[in-house]
Structures are given as structure tokens and as C-alpha cells.
């Protein structure tokens, strides 16, 4: 059976700021959503396991749209994925086709230096698996490494820009801009009009700009796998 790992982060507030984050819901579930509609399970992982907090933005009504509600009022969902996420310790790679960086301002603090991460999303591309990310669940993709180097350099990726966290008001706020720190890594970065779907396909890698990307980064992934 194919399976998909979904990365979740575990940090719950800002530094800077007396404000929550954590993880922004639709992003996790309108990708596994397009993951069972394909008959792919999936497996929810964190870089700490245990709980994952979410981003009290991401349950307000105006998004909470049916597929975040279906999976938000649905007790195994908020049990087995938001309560007791597994740690990459607990991660065999080769049980994966898939991995997804899930996204929410949580995750630019605990994704982008956790080599066990980094590990298992390599092991997964080795074995002929495809990568994928969306908005700052980017950041996980700065863990992956490839002879010496970061796995993204020389790729073409998408992620949160810097103009939607100028929009957002949190530009200060975070321990870096991911557009910024995409480039940085030597990627070739796109992007289109804030909080509109952008999906970027470079091999098996497929990365995402913003929410509005979640199930476009799913629909690319299914893509690839029926190839």
C-alpha cells in the first residue's frame, strides 16, 4: 500500500510577540484529504511527537471550511494526528512514498535544523519517493541534504513570500523570511499573487506558496505517483 508521511510542527508561540501558532490546519488536511480520496493512508509525524498545537487562526469560522471541519470534529483525526503525532524515531522510511511539510508559523522554528527529519525525507526520495511542502512548511526542506549541500539548491521550489508575511504583519516577528531564506539555500524561487494557488513541480519535489496551494501540492503529488 502506498502510505504518506505528513510532518506537523510542535511549536506553539512567537518569541517575539504574546501570540499562539502552531500548525495551520487546512494545509495538513486538504492534502490528506486528496491523499484518501486516492487511497493513499497516512501517518502524521512531529519533529518532538506528541501533541501538535494548532494555530487558533486556522479553526476560526471564516477558515473552517467543510474539509478542515471534517477532520477537525473527527476524534481519531485529533487523536492520532494533533495529540499523538509520532517522532521521527518511530519513522521507518522505506514505508513511505510520500513525505509533506505541512505549514503554520510553528514550523519555522522547529523544521529547518532537524536532521532527523532531513534523513527521513532524503530516504524517501532515494527509494524513488517524492518530497512535497507548502508555505513555511518549507522549512523543512532547508533540513534535507544532498553531498554536502542542500538538497534544494539548483531547484525550482515555491513558498510563503515575503509580501504575504508583510500582509500577515509578522515580518519581524519570525526567525526568518521564507522567500529569503529559500534563495539563501540556492533555490530558484516563484511565486504568484499573494494568497493565490501556486504549485511548483521540479522532478519529485512539489512545493507550494501559501494555504490556497494545499490540495494543488496533493492533486501534483498523485500526478507523479501514477506515472
Known amino acids: ?9 510542535n511549536h506553539e508561540h512567537f518569541d517575539t510577540l504574546n501570540k499562539t501558532t502552531g500548525l495551520w490546519l487546512s494545509e495538513a488536511v ?5 491523499m ?3 487511497g493513499i493512508e497516512v501517518d502524521y509525524v512531529s519533529p518532538k511527537g506528541g501533541y ?5 487562526g486556522s479553526i476560526e469560522d471564516d477558515n473552517l471550511d467543510p474539509i478542515s ?18 517522532a521521527p524515531k518511530d519513522i521507518t522510511a ?36 517524492v518530497i512535497s511542502a507548502v508555505c513555511h512548511g518549507v522549512a ?9 549541500q542542500k538538497f534544494i539548491q539548483g531547484k525550482n521550489v515555491a513558498g510563503f513570500t515575503n509580501e504575504e508575511e508583510e500582509i500577515n504583519g509578522l515580518t519581524h ?26 504549485v511548483v513541480v521540479d522532478d519529485r519535489l512539489v512545493t507550494g506558496q501559501n494555504p490556497q496551494s494545499a490540495a494543488g501540492v496533493g492533486q501534483a503529488v498523485i500526478e507523479i505517483l501514477n506515472k
Request: net charge negative; glycine share 10%; charged share 20%.
Open 52 to 56: 501538535v498545537p494548532l494555530d487558533p
Open 30 to 34: 486538504h492534502f490528506s484529504q486528496v
Open 1 to 9: 500500500m502506498t502510505k504518506a508521511l505528513v510532518v506537523l510542527t
Open 69 to 86: 471541519a471534517d477532520f477537525y470534529f473527527d476524534a481519531d483525526f485529533r487523536n492520532r494526528a494533533l495529540g499523538a503525532s509520532l
Open 140 to 148: 523543512g526542506l532547508l533540513s534535507i541534504e544532498e553531498n554536502g
Open 173 to 198: 516577528d519570525v526567525p526568518f523570511l521564507t522567500e529569503d531564506e529559500l534563495i539563501a539555500a540556492g533555490a530558484h524561487h516563484t511565486k504568484s499573487d499573494p494568497y493565490t494557488k501556486h
Open 36 to 38: 484518501k480520496d486516492n
Open 94 to 129: 522505506t514505508d513511505y512514498d510520500v513525505i509533506y511539510f505541512a505549514g503554520g508559523h510553528g514550523t519555522v522554528w522547529d523544521f529547518p535544523n532537524n536532521a532527523a527529519l532531513g534523513s527521513i525525507a532524503k530516504s524517501i526520495y532515494d527509494n524513488g519517493g
